[in-house]
């Protein structure tokens, strides 16, 4: 069971290595000079001005007050309170735009606890943030589990995000294996 426990931690954390490395937009706080990390030249930054620029790179600019996150780009505690009441709301696994839709909540969860460490929003909401992704997460699951029981359609495929792709995938093995396993003679 440890294996299994290690491949899937591996593969979720390759997943989010990808949506790390996705691009996001931002816009500048205040004036930054140009430097380089990585071999990459970023910057200059302009106040007021938008960026996109890959997310573990705006993180450290962010974390530093140089850059915050776009406004189309939010993923805050009423964000996630709409996507738990629309999950608890339908039946079925909803389809959402992003592959990487819980690696966004998981990672923007640094950006509410920020604001709230900085005491520019009150402490409630990395609570209900928190609260909201759990209800995600537990609700999502479900509904793999429900689905990992089944074939998956082409159609029931396409709502799955990259990370909940694998954890199907290795539900639905042992959840055949432990089936036949009952259910066979042999």
Excluded: H
């Excluded at 805050?76 to 592959?99: F, G, K, P, T």
């Excluded at 699951?141 to 429900?146: A, D, I, N």
């Excluded at 689905?147 to 539900?171: P, Q």
Aim: charged letters at 30%; aromatic letters at 12%; glycine letters at 2%.
């Amino acid at each position: 069971m440890e294996k299994i426990v290690a491949k899937l931690e591996d593969s979720l954390n390759r997943v989010n290595f990808i949506f790390k490395n996705e691009e996001i937009t931002t816009e500048c706080i205040d004036d930054y000079n140009r430097f380089s990390i990585l071999g990459g030249n970023f910057g200059p930054f302009e106040k007021g001005e938008k960026y996109n620029l890959p997310f573990f790179v705006a993180l450290s600019l962010i974390e530093n007050n140089i850059l915050k996150i776009a406004i189309n780009e939010k993923c805050d505690n009423v964000d996630v309170q709409r996507y738990a009441i629309s999950e608890r709301d339908n039946q079925m696994l909803l389809q959402r735009d992003n592959l990487y839709f819980l690696n966004k909540i998981k990672e923007f969860k640094f950006f509410i606890e920020k604001e709230v460490e900085e005491k520019n929003k009150p402490k409630i909401n990395s609570d209900r943030f928190t609260s909201y992704s759990t209800n995600i997460v537990d609700s999502r699951l479900l509904k793999l589990l429900k689905l990992a029981k089944s074939n998956l359609s082409v159609e029931d495929e396409r709502r799955l995000t990259s990370s909940e792709m694998i954890l199907f995938n290795k539900l639905s093995e042992l959840i055949k294996g432990w089936r036949t396993f009952f259910l066979n003679n042999k």
